[in-house]
């Protein structure tokens, strides 16, 4: 069935750098991935929607300059979290459409982004 | 815009009981639902999805949903709950296959030994 390779699985950053999250379809081809951030014990909010070749469509609220999403291949979506802060601090999952034609969405297994 | 609700926070049932979870959902016309699972740390798995045709659907792990248009719910069940079920339980919408999934507030299960 359709994998969705999410990685860093966590990553430590200093206050202020800048963190990359790698989200890739292996066996499929992804049109269009979804960034969802998801706070403890609580659900997933859908950050941006990510569409191969053209501009991300961020949901209100979120802040396109610092959560920069690229989608340049049918294969790899990335998620950079810019000068990055400890509120910045959460569970990051991406998922992208199944390309079977029912309609699915297939799930990274998430990043757990500590700022410090 | 579509909505999802999880009345129930969090669920207790004892292993080998039966468990059912509920989800009631908001949308004009026919939506597109699914349930997910997720256990702690890690990404969310499908158990199964309803689309369109028989209201009653059937998933994995032996978990079965039904759709009931009246009620606007799409509840979970399963006869027999094992200990390796306790995690947390997302129900999902959207209005038509690849756009945006809106999440329910999710619930918690932990199944008593």
Redesign the interface.
């Known amino acids: 069935g359709a994998v969705?390779s999410?990685h860093p699985s966590w990553v430590i950053c200093k206050s202020g750098t800048s963190v990359k999250i790698e989200c890739r379809s292996l066996d499929f081809q992804a049109t269009?991935m979804?960034w969802y951030r998801q706070f403890p014990?609580?659900?997933?909010m859908?950050m941006a929607?990510s569409n191969e070749g053209s501009k991300a469509t961020y949901e209100q609220g979120v802040e396109k300059d610092k959560f920069l999403i690229n989608h340049a291949s049918l294969t790899l979506s990335t998620l950079t979290v810019t000068s990055a802060h400890p509120e910045d601090s959460s569970?990051y999952?991406c998922?992208a459409?199944d390309s079977s034609?029912?309609?699915?969405?297939?799930?990274?297994?998430?990043t757990?982004l500590t700022v410090v | 815009a579509q909505s999802v609700t999880q009345p129930d926070i969090h669920i207790t049932v004892s292993e080998g009981a039966s468990l059912e979870l509920r989800c009631n959902y908001s949308y004009g016309a026919t939506p597109?639902l699914?349930w997910?699972v997720q256990s702690p740390?890690?990404?969310?798995?499908?158990l199964l999805?309803y689309?369109s045709g028989d209201t009653l659907v059937q998933g994995i792990k032996g978990f079965e949903a039904e759709f009931k248009r009246s009620q606007s719910s799409f509840n979970l069940r399963k006869p027999s709950v094992h200990w390796s079920d306790a995690a947390e339980y997302?129900c999902a919408v959207?209005t038509?296959?690849?756009n945006?999934?809106?999440?329910?507030?999710?619930t918690?299960l932990k199944v008593e030994l």
């Open positions: 969705v999410q269009t979804f014990k609580q659900s997933l859908l929607t569970f999952i998922s459409r034609g029912e309609g699915g969405y297939t799930f990274g297994s998430g757990r | 597109y699914f997910y740390g890690q990404g969310l798995q499908l999805k689309f997302f959207t038509g296959g690849g945006k999934l809106t999440f329910g507030t999710g918690q």
